[in-house]
């Protein structure tokens, strides 16, 4: 089957979060099924390419008031996958992906519909694929116009779409008059479309036109639909369920083991975690606290700053967290508040949080590889990766219970020397604070923590099954396109398919 991609970030060529690594790995594993895979992401300044081939040179995108022009250019294969890249500077050349951390890039509607639009039209040239894998509101133009100002193309009649929520909070909305400027009829802007609450809301668009919706764990898939964790959609989904699934994340292990971890200082294993001590030492020295006793247990945080995350419970309880033996070591960057918030705790509590604001993905693989424990008290994750490379680095997650934190860790047992990790449910300050003070008791046990160690470096995240799953859905949004579309078997043989 021939799979295309259409996605706003993908590893090793643009990252901000989690997104990035699922884009990066599945394609890789469904090619090694036998799939035939092609990547389309745009083309930003962080985007690297060596020797860069264009291969559509004027792709006509239309707006209200004039026509703009991008190119695809392509980064030949890697892993049996084709990777193409949007090229269009005056959208795409630029600091961020998204905007500043004060706020989004004003012309975002634009920026992806033109890059949602030069997918269509480019794999018109390139091979039109059986099924296309869109991700987040950034590609969901790709299945709104199919489906509208597409519907009579013969060339996608039988073509399905599957599309992955990999965060419900991020929808993409917009003002009513973004529909005219982008050339999409009026009536989409009714409730049973793209409609919500006055706005264009480009996710819902997504989950109103695609075959089949999937979700990036199986808890997140029922949590979105209720009214605590499906931000307004969850109605739509609900109406959608038959077709909305949770398929886990994968994690890709050549980037992220500690026997081969190019940032980490010693290599170690489940055999021999001696290396991890070195890695310690040089993680403290990292974060300019080198003199630190190396008994003292050290909790991680790498991460994205957003309300998401939970971070708001940490300062509740810092005073109090202060007074145990632990020093956090803390690097993220994002929204200005919480920047702002742990640099406030660090020069109230310079021994015992240590803060880097930024985007450094040597040092988030030091923090795995060197941290003992790794907290994340999301409010909301739809899958979390970090807590998953934490468990193969020996480095024992504290995790609130939701979402994919839930589906990946087994609360620890010190009775049965079951389970992997700690987790809480209430989202509160106090549940956190009991639940670490849980974890640093348990750490005094060093034969016990062993175990626990242990335990989580044996699991086995790797894409394979997940990339299976995929492949069952992608033939079951092929048989639920041809029966919405009868036509569409037929159709097959006229369809030029690369
Ligand atoms: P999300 O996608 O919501 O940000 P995930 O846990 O799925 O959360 O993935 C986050 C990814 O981004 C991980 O690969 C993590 O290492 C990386 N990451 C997040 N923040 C940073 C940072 N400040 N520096 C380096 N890597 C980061
Ligand atoms: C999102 C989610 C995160 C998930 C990632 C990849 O950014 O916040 O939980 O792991 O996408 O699917």
Request: net charge neutral.
């Amino acid at each position: 089957m021939h799979i295309a991609f259409a996605a706003s970030e993908c590893v090793p060529f643009s990252k901000t979060g989690g997104l990035a690594d699922v884009v990066g790995a599945l394609p890789r594993a469904l090619a090694a099924l036998g799939h035939q895979v092609s990547v389309y992401v745009p083309r930003y300044r962080q985007t690297k390419l060596t020797d860069p081939q264009t291969v559509v040179a004027s792709v006509t995108i239309p707006f209200d008031d004039k026509y703009r022009f991008c190119s695809v250019v392509t980064a030949g294969s890697s892993a049996g996958v084709k990777f193409y890249f949007v090229d269009y500077p005056p959208y795409f050349d630029r600091e961020a992906l998204y905007g500043s951390p004060a706020g989004d890039y004003p012309d975002n509607a634009e920026r992806f519909a033109l890059f949602s639009r030069a997918v269509i039209e480019a794999s018109k040239i390139l091979g039109v694929p059986h099924v296309f894998h869109c991700h987040d509101w950034q590609s969901a133009l790709v299945p709104i116009l199919l489906r509208t100002l597409y519907a009579e193309d013969p060339a996608f009649r039988d073509v399905a779409i599957v599309f992955t929520i990999h965060n419900m909070g991020y929808q993409g909305l917009f003002p009513p008059d973004t529909l005219p400027l982008l050339t999409l009829p009026w009536d989409l802007l009714t409730i049973s479309k793209m409609e919500f609450f006055g706005q264009v809301n480009f996710l819902k668009g997504a989950l109103v036109y695609s075959d089949f919706v999937t979700t990036v764990s199986r808890k997140y898939s029922q949590e979105i639909q209720t009214t605590e964790y499906g931000f307004g959609l969850e109605g739509v989904l609900r109406d959608r369920a038959a077709t909305v699934t949770g398929i886990l994340n994968g994690v890709d292990y050549d980037e992220w083991s500690p026997q081969t971890d190019k940032f980490a200082v010693a290599k170690f294993s489940p055999q021999d975690v001696t290396g991890k001590l070195k890695c310690k030492q040089d993680l403290l020295q990292a974060f300019g606290v080198a003199r630190a006793d190396a008994k003292i247990p050290v909790i991680g945080i790498v991460s994205r700053f957003a309300a998401q995350k939970g971070f708001d419970l940490i300062s509740q309880v810092m005073d109090r967290l202060a007074r145990e033996e632990m020093i956090m070591v803390v690097l993220g960057s994002g929204d200005k508040p919480y920047e702002e918030m742990f640099q406030r705790l660090n020069k109230q509590y310079p021994n015992k949080i240590a803060v880097k604001v930024a985007y450094d993905n040597a040092i988030a693989h030091k923090i795995e590889a060197g941290a003992d424990m790794f907290l994340m008290p999301s409010r909301y994750e739809p899958c979390g990766l970090n807590q998953i490379y934490s468990l193969k680095y020996g480095t024992v997650p504290i995790v609130r219970a939701t979402g994919g934190l839930d589906d990946t860790i087994e609360p620890w047992d010190a009775r049965t020397g079951k389970g992997t990790g700690f987790k809480f449910t209430d989202y509160t300050g106090e549940a956190l604070l009991a639940t670490v003070k849980q974890a640093l008791l348990a750490y005094q046990d060093p034969s016990s923590w062993q175990t626990l160690m242990r335990n989580g470096m044996g699991r086995d995240f790797s894409w394979g099954a997940s990339a299976r799953e995929y492949g069952k859905v992608y033939e079951r949004a092929r048989q639920a396109r041809i029966s919405a579309h009868p036509g569409a078997a037929d159709s097959k043989k006229e369809a030029v398919h690369g």
